[in-house]
């Protein structure tokens, strides 16, 4: 790999550059805190920035949504302190969903062995009932099937489900 070799111009960022910079400000105001902000503001904040947001959506302390145009939320769906969502390309989260503290969805990484490090980007899709428990990896291009669950600290690098656990690194699945 050749970092000066580095382009990633034909990267779509799916909005302006104006956008994405009234972006990051919102994100610095409202949800880059440690201090609580009001849920309905941060939800508002998504909908106005282009982000399909349910009912019933609870958002916590320094979450970090990168392109919220590229973000879909269900309804009752609880994301806390922390979360991480690299939303490069797009992120679909189901209805009844928790993502716990310091979680990653990160929908971005790069050809290693390309001399340019070539970005990659594969969309997240996240079924309703799921559970993603504190610190899980959750890669480009996995989608979890409906009521499944991704133990602490589980790293899921492919698609599973539905009604799975997922737990370890890499992640393994069981029934139950």
């Not at 111009?9 to 910079?21: C, H, L, Q, T, Y």
């Not at 928790?98 to 001399?115: M, P, Q, V, Y």
């Not at 079924?127 to 600290?153: E, K, Y």
């Not at 589980?154 to 370890?168: C, E, F, K, N, T």
Request: hydrophobic content about 45%; glycine content about 8%.
């Amino acid at each position: 790999m050749r970092l000066d070799h580095y382009d990633n111009s034909d990267f779509s960022r799916g909005a302006s550059k104006i956008k994405e910079v009234l972006w990051w400000m919102v994100r610095s105001l409202l949800f880059a805190p440690w201090f609580p902000v009001p849920s309905g503001l941060k939800v508002a904040a998504l909908r106005a920035f282009g982000a399909k947001v349910g009912q019933g959506v609870v958002i916590r302390s320094r979450v970090n949504i990168t392109f919220p145009w590229k973000l879909t939320i269900r309804d009752h769906v609880w994301i806390a302190d922390e979360v991480m969502i690299l939303s490069l390309a797009p992120v679909s989260i189901g209805s009844h969903v928790c993502i716990s503290n310091r979680a990653f969805l990160c929908t971005g990484s790069h050809r290693f062995r390309s001399e340019h490090f070539d970005l990659v980007t594969r969309a997240i899709t996240i079924g309703d009932g799921c559970w993603v428990a504190s610190n899980v990896f959750v890669a480009p291009g996995v989608s979890l099937g409906n009521n499944t669950f991704c133990t602490a600290g589980a790293v899921v690098l492919r698609s599973d489900g539905p009604d799975v656990v997922l737990s370890g690194n890499p992640a393994m699945s069981k029934r139950g």
